[in-house]
């Protein structure tokens, strides 16, 4: 689907005309009319009726046809090609959604697949402030990759809620580690993702505003110079987010450290006191009656079953006392 936005000649009256058929768009385009046309699931019959209209090199059409993995540049004598990922949340995952734009002399052209918040933003801005149409095509280039850079704020801050909530649940003990880790190790795959987003549209945007580049004039050099510094913020608080998620992930694996370690102190401190009731067992071969003169008792062999019980009792009961005292149990 092809949608569109005429600006009127700067002699006439401030009007935008949208969604002009193919022909008028043609003629706009002739008459050098500042021109934006969103193509939204591009068909094949509107990317020829792109090709034969703006007379684009092949490789930008083919790069139209097809996703690229990561943000790219292409500077042609006439125009220029870029292609943009904004994030996208879906469920646990962040993925990239990819808008192309190309910039010329007095026309942009942006080719998305579905819904892009970004361009559907800027589109909307363009179509209510006559003024924009005033100043350069590069503009409505900007307000596209304005937009698609505020797209990180929000993925960025849910995430930053995300791990201090988890931090939080580490230290009151709420949920068990094991849960919270596959959350964390989700998070960190976030991460992920976002920094191979804005690392390569950070080399894009230098490469634009770059000391030889043409490709955008002295007037807006200064508003694209502005979102790169944006990125770089962005790309810093990124890092910052990987290390708080490496912090919270390093009290995890106290956390459960800490558990085995007092599963192991328990178990031990059981093992302790079975000990000396153990050694009595063996020592008297779970046999109280006998008739060997060496352990023969000139006590009754009940009577003595009864007291080996009660001292063991107590031996047990004595043993738990001092691991008390001590702060062991």
């Known amino acids: 689907m092809i949608r569109s936005l005429v600006g009127a000649p700067e002699d006439a009256s401030p009007e935008i005309r949208r969604n002009l058929p193919h022909d008028e768009l043609a003629r706009a385009l002739d008459a050098g009319h500042t021109v934006w046309i969103d193509i939204v699931d591009a068909e094949p019959a509107d990317l020829e009726w792109v090709e034969e209209n703006l007379d684009l090199h092949p490789a930008v059409i083919s790069d139209l046809h097809r996703d690229d993995r990561r943000p790219t540049l292409m500077v042609y004598p006439a125009y220029l090609f870029l292609s943009l990922f904004q994030p996208v949340r879906e469920q646990d995952r962040v993925i990239g959604s990819e808008v192309h734009c190309i910039s010329g002399e007095g026309y942009l052209i942006t080719v998305r697949k579905g819904i892009s918040t970004a361009v559907e933003k800027a589109y909307d801005v363009a179509a209510r402030n006559t003024q924009y149409w005033n100043r350069s095509e590069h503009y409505f280039l900007f307000?596209?990759?304005?937009?698609?850079?505020?797209?990180?704020?929000?993925?960025?801050?849910?995430?930053?809620?995300?791990?201090?909530?988890?931090?939080?649940?580490?230290?009151?003990?709420?949920?068990?580690?094991?849960?919270?880790?596959?959350?964390?190790?989700?998070?960190?795959?976030?991460?992920?993702?976002?920094?191979?987003?804005?690392?390569?549209?950070?080399?894009?945007?230098?490469?634009?505003?770059?000391?030889?580049?043409?490709?955008?004039?002295?007037?807006?050099?200064?508003?694209?110079?502005?979102?790169?510094?944006?990125?770089?913020?962005?790309?810093?608080?990124?890092?910052?987010?990987?290390?708080?998620?490496?912090?919270?992930?390093?009290?995890?694996?106290?956390?459960?450290?800490?558990?085995?370690?007092?599963?192991?102190?328990?178990?031990?401190?059981?093992?302790?006191?079975?000990?000396?009731?153990t050694f009595i067992l063996g020592v008297f071969e779970l046999n109280f009656i006998t008739t060997n003169p060496v352990l023969a008792?000139?006590?009754?062999?009940?009577?003595?079953?009864?007291?080996?019980?009660?001292?063991?009792?107590?031996?047990?009961?004595?043993?738990?006392?001092?691991?008390?005292?001590?702060?062991?149990?």
Do not use: C
Request: net charge neutral; glycine share 4%; hydrophobic share 45%.
């Open 143 to 277: 307000l596209v990759m304005q937009y698609v850079i505020d797209a990180y704020y929000p993925l960025l801050d849910r995430i930053n809620v995300r791990l201090t909530d988890i931090e939080e649940r580490v230290l009151t003990a709420e949920d068990d580690p094991r849960v919270m880790q596959t959350s964390v190790y989700r998070i960190k795959q976030q991460l992920v993702n976002l920094r191979q987003m804005v690392s390569p549209q950070r080399e894009v945007l230098s490469s634009l505003i770059g000391e030889g580049s043409l490709a955008v004039s002295e007037q807006t050099r200064e508003p694209f110079h502005h979102l790169y510094e944006r990125l770089l913020r962005i790309y810093d608080v990124i890092d910052g987010q990987r290390d708080l998620w490496s912090n919270v992930l390093e009290l995890i694996r106290s956390r459960e450290a800490q558990n085995l370690s007092r599963v192991v102190s328990r178990l031990t401190i059981l093992s302790m006191i079975f000990l000396p009731l």
């Open 297 to 329: 008792i000139p006590v009754p062999g009940h009577l003595m079953l009864l007291v080996l019980m009660v001292g063991m009792g107590l031996i047990v009961g004595l043993m738990f006392f001092l691991y008390k005292r001590f702060g062991w149990v």
